[in-house]
């Protein structure tokens, strides 16, 4: 399931250049797909387990410990961070300066879908490079697929229409101050180009993995063109940053 990409990356890479470095490091044996939190665990816990990960450290896992649920079956343990819920550590990540660990404290670090919500994403992608000994595994939205997804059909939120937007849950205006919120509009290339520059500046290994295209996807694809596709239809990327040894 490792894969050596080398490819070097530019901050400073055009578009075209972008869906290049996309290509070149997009693990095609992998395909992300689920429905909802607790499958979205299970495919990482699957990838975890095909890793031979035994020591995990997972952000923001949503107080339920999913994660170690989908990974009972196997040796492994799962230190959960989060702000609430059932955790082992219980704080609120955008008010720590460091992860409270050492250097290559587990085999892998995780976070699924978290560290859009927190201003310090920066520091958080930094530390939990520096505490995973393996490699670490994020996935993060594509904002831009909102668009697509709601705005386009008029998909209105009906569900505690207080705390959200018309359309969005964690973009919009909400009526009443949120409890939480997406900190950042993330692009497609937007996560392509800073995980192609961190990995560049780390010397990691790094990979892309995205929903292998149906036959319907890959017609308008083929129609509208990979910027128009991934920029609006892609709805997640999951990124890999493997160590070097």
């Not at 649920?69 to 008010?95: F, H, M, P, R, W």
């Not at 920066?122 to 530390?127: A, D, F, G, R």
């Not at 997406?182 to 010397?203: C, E, T």
């Not at 017609?219 to 609006?232: E, P, Q």
Request: aromatic share 14%; hydrophobic share 40%.
């Amino acid at each position: 399931m490792t894969r050596d990409t080398r490819t070097p990356a530019r901050p400073d890479r055009a578009d075209g250049d972008l869906f290049a470095l996309f290509e070149a490091h997009r693990n095609r044996s992998v395909d992300p797909r689920y429905y909802d939190r607790a499958d979205r665990n299970r495919f990482a816990a699957e990838q975890l387990r095909l890793a031979g990960a035994t020591r995990v450290l997972n952000l923001g896992g949503g107080g339920a410990r999913h994660l170690q649920a989908s990974l009972a079956k196997q040796d492994a343990s799962v230190y959960e961070i989060d702000v609430q819920g059932d955790c082992d550590l219980k704080v609120n990540l955008d008010t720590i300066t460091s992860l409270p660990f050492e250097d290559r404290s587990f085999d892998v670090v995780c976070a699924f879908d978290v560290l859009e919500h927190l201003e310090k994403f920066h520091l958080l992608n930094e530390e939990m490079f520096r505490v995973a000994r393996d490699f670490v595994l994020i996935s993060l939205p594509n904002s831009a697929a909102e668009i697509s997804e709601a705005v386009l059909f008029d998909r209105r939120q009906k569900d505690a229409a207080f705390e959200r937007g018309v359309y969005s849950q964690f973009y919009g205006i909400p009526l009443g101050a949120p409890t939480d919120r997406h900190r950042w509009w993330m692009y497609f290339l937007d996560i392509v180009r800073y995980y192609g520059h961190f990995a560049a500046s780390h010397q990691a290994a790094l990979e892309f993995w995205t929903p292998k295209l149906t036959a319907k996807k890959k017609l308008f694809k083929a129609v509208f063109g990979t910027h128009i596709y991934h920029t609006f239809f892609c709805p997640f990327v999951w990124i890999k940053l493997g160590k070097r040894t």
